[in-house]
């Protein structure tokens, strides 16, 4: 009777020797005499534990982490292949306090299956929603994504259900379904979580997705950044098209879905919808006017869906199980869960599946253990280099769209990056108007010039020159932007500038006086 070990394929833990620890075991297996099935498995969203070794026992999976190729050999000694004690022992997987205090719905199977194992998909409940949607008509599909309240997963965070109707309502035809993967945002790591440990799940909820509108065609964009990812999507939709998940007889219903992969090409901003659908159609990445809107007339001028992979990754749990079921859970306005993401200057960095509601303080310390380094929190930038750096007391914001916001945040695709009290913040705000400067597309003058111009306004405040008329210079400057700009590449840079000004006026002085917050 063999015995079956997972290790992860996952990228970060592919990054810290995944590969090299499933040799290990395999190969000190078949000297031992040990009948063992290696299964790579996507991660658990552990990223400290990586690699996150797990054994399939009588009395379920129990974890190890992190282990190292010399950890090996002591882990058959010591009967870990029974569940045995171990100093790298921690316990059931799913006991972790880290993982058992999580929701997920989204990334049920995510870290519990092989990646590309049909059979295992269908096993831990894939295509129940698909099958489902196969028996309803594209107003009724609809309906649920509206009774759930899923909103944008991508930032905007627009009723996903609202832009759905709009394209199902729409006389023109082709139509698409365009699923953004870019995740181009720091701290950001969701997307690729899927992507890599449940790509069906994707191609599922695309599928429910045309499905919906009356779209036969959908189209991945997939940032250049995710060469595991591709892979794995790649062979997954191989699959998915010889299984009759996807092409032109979707689960023998006589109805036809096809998915295509584009690679993007490193620009940060085609993430935004507008100038990704350019990107997909060959052309530079740059953003265009709105109206007309892509539900109407995106990609090639037929009515679109742009949904991120968060969005449609949701679908499948909703359809299968109710819109009013994943309604039930969140806060105010903002249903459902999101995957939020611990990165930077944190314990234990990885993924969280909760719903909307809960606190900073609460992923902060709870999950995330607080700083790596050990020292104070002193920032935290929560929705990617366009989001707010909030101060400590701003902690206890609850994470939904609309109370967030009013505190001067924006949850964006769930990234959190945690900085200790050694962080300089006029450097950071230097650092969000660089950036902005770099990855402009350059079709606005505002976002273009003014993202330069930016950064040399904040190297005279900090070196003493002309305060006062330099900090109002930087403020206007910041609003012409966020009031002019075409896209939230421009709009939105002004966020992290003025709330590093706002909440960390002592950083910007070098010599001299602060500058002054308003209030």
């Given at each position: 009777m063999s015995t079956t070990v997972f290790v992860p394929r996952d990228s970060a833990a592919l990054a810290v020797g995944a590969d090299e620890v499933a040799a290990a075991i395999a190969a000190a297996a078949a000297t031992g005499g040990h009948h063992v099935r290696v299964v790579r498995n996507g991660s658990r969203g552990m990223l400290w534990l990586e690699?996150?070794?797990?054994?399939?026992?009588?009395?379920?999976?129990?974890?190890?982490?992190?282990?190292?190729?010399?950890?090996?050999?002591g882990l058959f000694a010591a009967g870990f292949l029974?569940?045995?004690?171990?100093?790298?022992?921690?316990?059931?997987?799913?006991?972790?306090?880290?993982?058992?205090?999580?929701?997920?719905?989204?990334?049920?199977?995510?870290?519990?299956t092989d990646p590309l194992c049909l059979e295992s998909y269908q096993a831990h409940g894939g295509l129940g929603g698909l099958r489902r949607a196969l028996d309803l008509e594209p107003a009724a599909i609809v309906e649920q994504v509206v009774q759930s309240g899923l909103r944008g997963r991508g930032g905007a965070g627009f009723p996903a259900g609202i832009k759905w109707r709009t394209v199902l309502g729409a006389a023109a035809s082709p139509k698409y379904i365009a699923c953004n993967a870019d995740e181009g945002d720091s701290g950001t790591f969701s997307d690729r979580?899927?992507?890599?440990?449940?790509?069906?799940?994707?191609?599922?909820?695309?599928?429910?997705?045309?499905?919906?509108?009356?779209?036969?065609?959908?189209?991945?964009?997939?940032?250049?950044?995710?060469?595991?990812?591709?892979?794995?999507?790649?062979?997954?939709?191989?699959?998915?098209?010889?299984?009759?998940?996807?092409?032109?007889?979707?689960?023998?219903?006589?109805?036809?879905?096809?998915?295509?992969?584009?690679?993007?090409?490193?620009?940060?901003?085609?993430?935004?919808?507008t100038a990704m659908l350019e990107s997909l159609e060959g052309r530079r990445g740059m953003v265009r006017p709105k109206p007309p809107l892509p539900a109407l007339q995106g990609l090639w001028g037929g009515p679109t869906v742009v949904n991120n992979?968060?969005?449609?990754?949701?679908?499948?749990?909703?359809?299968?199980?109710?819109?009013?079921?994943?309604?039930?859970?969140?806060?105010?306005?903002?249903?459902?869960?999101?995957?939020?993401?611990?990165?930077?200057?944190?314990?234990?960095?990885?993924?969280?599946?909760?719903?909307?509601?809960?606190?900073?303080?609460?992923?902060?310390?709870?999950?995330?253990?607080?700083?790596?380094?050990?020292?104070?929190?002193?920032?935290?930038?929560v929705g990617g280099p366009l989001g707010a750096y909030l101060p400590a007391s701003r902690f206890d914001l609850p994470l939904d769209y609309e109370a967030f916001a009013a505190g001067g945040g924006m949850i964006g695709h769930g990234g959190i990056v945690v900085f200790d009290d050694t962080v300089d913040m006029a450097r950071m705000a230097r650092y969000a108007m660089e950036f902005c400067a770099i990855e402009s597309c350059g079709k606005c003058t505002p976002c273009r010039i003014g993202s330069t111009r930016g950064v040399e306004v904040i190297d005279r405040i900090v070196a003493g020159r002309e305060r006062a008329a330099n900090e109002r210079l930087l403020r206007d400057l910041c609003a012409t932007m966020a009031d002019a700009s075409l896209?939230?590449?421009?709009?939105?840079?002004?966020?992290?500038?003025?709330?590093?000004?706002?909440?960390?006026?002592?950083?910007?002085?070098?010599?001299?006086?602060?500058?002054?917050?308003?209030?």
């Open positions: 690699p996150l070794v797990e054994v399939a026992t009588a009395q379920g999976r129990i974890a190890y982490g992190p282990v190292s190729v010399a950890d090996v050999p029974r569940g045995a004690d171990h100093e790298l022992r921690q316990g059931p997987t799913e006991s972790i306090p880290y993982f058992a205090r999580q929701t997920r719905l989204t990334f049920a199977r995510v870290g519990v979580m899927v992507l890599e440990g449940d790509p069906y799940l994707l191609l599922e909820g695309m599928a429910i997705a045309g499905l919906a509108v009356g779209a036969t065609e959908g189209w991945i964009y997939l940032r250049s950044e995710y060469p595991d990812a591709r892979t794995v999507l790649t062979a997954a939709i191989q699959r998915a098209r010889a299984a009759g998940w996807i092409g032109p007889d979707v689960l023998g219903s006589g109805r036809s879905f096809e998915v295509h992969v584009r690679i993007g090409a490193g620009s940060y901003v085609c993430g935004e919808e992979v968060m969005t449609l990754a949701a679908v499948p749990w909703i359809l299968q199980h109710g819109g009013e079921a994943y309604a039930a859970h969140g806060s105010g306005r903002s249903r459902g869960t999101l995957p939020f993401q611990l990165a930077g200057n944190v314990r234990h960095g990885g993924l969280v599946e909760v719903p909307f509601g809960i606190t900073l303080r609460e992923l902060l310390h709870e999950f995330g253990g607080g700083t790596a380094s050990g020292r104070p929190i002193r920032a935290v930038q896209c939230a590449m421009g709009g939105l840079t002004s966020m992290p500038v003025l709330s590093a000004l706002e909440h960390f006026p002592e950083d910007f002085v070098r010599n001299g006086q602060a500058c002054t917050p308003t209030r």
